[in-house]
């Protein structure tokens, strides 16, 4: 099946693997092709035809709308609240998670006792599920019975409305999906600041920078590859990984406006599509948030590249 050829060079002798026939590799990546076409391309050319459709699911009727759902989302007054939610959301919880997480993986990667026990600590939360991550938070704040406003209750008398009150709703999915992201960050931010030159830094130190000096001019610039790789990774998740605890925590409530509060769009997506049974105008937001994550890889990669620093 493989024929091995062997070429040589000033450094020694490197084996490489060569196929005989053109056809070989592709029947090796079949099985990956067959998976990734039945759950991925074609419920994703599926859904973009039923964009185009505004579709009853329980009659089973389909009318050819073209653009119509599109068009119809972005002149609706939810889905520009919905979307300025997500926004916001989408901000908070990336900027928030990524400098957090940045400062924790500095402070667990000084060499001092038990370091090992407060890295698996802080890593611990990404082996949960975001279903899990969410129950807990709701066992925590559950405004009646939650640990927290017991606490709250006894030292200062204060029990707040978590989940019923809007802006501390917000401020609790947010919160929440930092500290399910922190472990992700972590990990990363840690592997990396481990592999950092130490010369560059003893040397800015000799030549008198300070600690906050050396981090964010000689660390941190070092630290943009991966950075920039988790601005895109956290987007992304904050775009789609933020259903399970929206809805085990406030259900997309409470309301304010056109909208809950805590809606976002993938949420939104959910209630359009699962609830209401308006499938094609379900289809459409799927549409637009594929668009939508087509265009911040592309911004990336264009604009963000331009200022990661790689090397030393």
């Known amino acids: 099946m493989l024929s091995v050829r062997q070429k040589r060079n000033a450094g020694g002798r490197e084996d490489r693997a060569v196929f005989r026939g053109a056809a070989l590799p592709w029947l090796f ?28 699911l329980i009659l089973g009727t389909e009318q050819w709308v073209g653009l119509g759902n599109i068009t119809d989302l972005l002149g609706s007054a939810t889905y520009r609240q919905v979307a300025l939610q997500t926004l916001v959301f989408t901000l908070l919880s990336v900027t928030g998670g990524l400098l957090l997480s940045l400062g924790l993986a500095w402070l667990a990667s000084r060499p001092v006792r038990g370091s090992r026990a407060y890295r698996l600590l802080l890593i611990y939360p990404y082996a949960l599920s975001p279903a899990i991550a969410g129950t807990l938070w709701l066992f925590l704040f559950n405004p009646e019975i939650g640990v927290v406003n017991q606490l709250l209750g006894e030292l200062v008398g ?3 409305r978590w989940l019923d009150t809007p802006l501390l709703a917000f401020a609790l999915v947010t919160v929440a999906a ?35 000096q050396v981090f964010w001019r000689v660390a941190f610039p070092l630290l943009s590859p991966v950075t920039f790789f988790l601005v895109f990774t956290n987007i992304v998740a904050a775009l789609f990984d933020s259903f399970a605890l929206t809805d085990l925590l406030t259900r997309g409530g409470p309301y304010v406006g056109h909208a809950g ?32 994550v087509a265009f911040v890889t592309f911004m990336q990669f264009r604009l963000g590249e331009r200022r990661v620093h790689y090397g030393a």
């Open 158 to 160: 204060v029990r707040p």
């Open 29 to 56: 990546l079949l099985p990956s092709l067959l998976i990734l076409a039945v759950f991925i391309y074609l419920p994703t050319l599926r859904t973009l035809r039923l964009a185009g459709y505004r579709a009853n």
């Open 178 to 212: 930092i500290w399910k992201g922190l472990a992700y960050n972590i990990v990363f931010y840690l592997a990396s600041i481990r592999n950092l030159p130490t010369d560059v830094m003893e040397a800015a130190q000799i030549d008198g920078a300070t600690p906050a």
């Open 261 to 292: 509060i805590t809606t976002f769009l993938v949420y939104q997506l959910y209630q359009d599509g699962f609830v209401n049974f308006r499938t094609g105008a379900a289809a459409a937001q799927g549409a637009l948030m594929l668009a939508l």
